[in-house]
């Protein structure tokens, strides 16, 4: 499988893992909002998603390193855990 391909599933992978847990958050706050779990379960999303995104980022420059021999490391910065 190119490397190409695995990019645009991971980056497939991270947009419906975005959706879902916006899902299950709104799932929860619906039908629990006295459940006082929700802040921690959004922070602990929020984290799980930038780590992913930052991920994706390296992996992305890397590709256009290899290709170009030019650094693009500042293009595709790394994401702030909350």
Known sequence: MADRELFGRALAAHEFAREAMADLHAHIARNHPDWNGLADLEAYSANALSAMSDFLADAKAAEIETATGCSVRA????????
């Open 75 to 82: 293009l595709y910065p790394r994401r702030k855990a909350s």
